[in-house]
């Protein structure tokens, strides 16, 4: 049997096993893809997945010289007002979540305030902190949209039309601005489209999409969290270390694309709580 059909038919019999809620998988190993689904294959809400589409727009926009992560936002802003210290943080610590600055998720934080970006810079900042917060992903965006215009708009031709998903629509917060780390609505299959070009390190088809070092940003230069459960000692840009030797991305509910020994197992659920035991049996099986 092929080895993505096996692993597929391993996952498979795990979730039936334990009862995960999951709505469908898609194994990729090598050339060879395997797919079941246990609900109607429609596009769902990808949750945090979406915020490697942000590290890969932030990476195009760096490949076309538009912008350096490392450049400091009094650079990029201007005269905008900042809070003490901010003036100095950069895309690289928004996308990292280690800007310092304190503003945790809430689900009504996109209307808290008049403007969350704003208000978010406005804060002080604590220093070089890891802080997983929503509202990071959404100020990195609106920052790189002074550089390279309405995010959506920049990577559809660029990005999104080479993956199939020109269809593909970002949910948007009451100022018009992308969602960011959130509102991105895939079929399991086109989320495992962006697996396979950060495997293939921003190349689809023979085309390069992105540097490797672009790609390679949601899985390079981990940070440490503070955290002691397995898989969320360390976070990249958007990428979690672990489930131990694998890496992946991890949204809300279950939706996960776990990178383990050459295979892109991609899994869409409602099921929050089960999400890590299938990542960690997904890491293990890809790696048997």
Not at 229 to 237: I, L, S, V
Request: glycine content about 12%.
């Amino acid at each position: 049997m092929p080895r993505a059909a096996d692993l597929r038919d391993r996952l498979a019999d795990e979730i039936d096993r334990t009862g995960f809620g999951a709505h469908g998988i898609h194994v990729r190993v090598g050339d060879e893809t395997a797919q079941r689904r246990w609900t109607p294959d429609v596009r769902e809400e990808i949750h945090s997945v979406a915020k490697a589409v942000c590290v890969l727009a932030a990476g195009i926009a760096v490949d076309e010289g538009a912008v350096s992560l490392d450049e400091p936002m009094r650079d990029i802003l201007g005269d905008a007002p900042l809070g003490p210290g901010v003036e100095r943080i950069t895309l690289r610590h928004l996308l990292s979540m280690t800007s310092g600055i304190d503003l945790p998720w809430s689900p009504t934080m996109m209307t808290d305030w008049p403007d969350l970006a704003a208000e978010f810079l406005s804060r002080p900042t604590r220093g070089r902190v890891f802080q997983y917060s929503n509202a990071s992903t959404y100020t990195a965006m609106h920052v790189l949209a002074r550089r390279v215009g309405d995010i959506e708009e920049y990577i559809r031709p660029r990005l999104l039309d080479h993956l199939g998903l020109g269809d593909v629509t970002w949910a948007r917060c009451p100022n018009g601005r992308v969602l960011a780390g959130e509102g991105l609505a895939l079929r399991t299959e086109e989320m495992a489209r962006l697996g396979h070009l950060v495997r293939d390190g921003g190349v689809v088809d023979g085309r390069r999409l992105v540097s490797a070092a672009g790609a390679a940003a949601l899985h390079s230069g981990w940070v440490e969290t503070g955290s002691t459960g397995e898989g969320y000692r360390r976070y990249a840009m958007a990428g979690w270390d672990g489930p131990g030797d694998a890496w992946r991305l991890h949204g809300a509910h279950g939706q996960l694309v776990v990178f383990a020994a050459g295979a892109v197992v991609t899994v869409t659920a409602d099921d929050h709580a089960g999400a890590d035991a299938v990542a960690a049996f997904a890491a293990r099986a890809a790696g048997a």
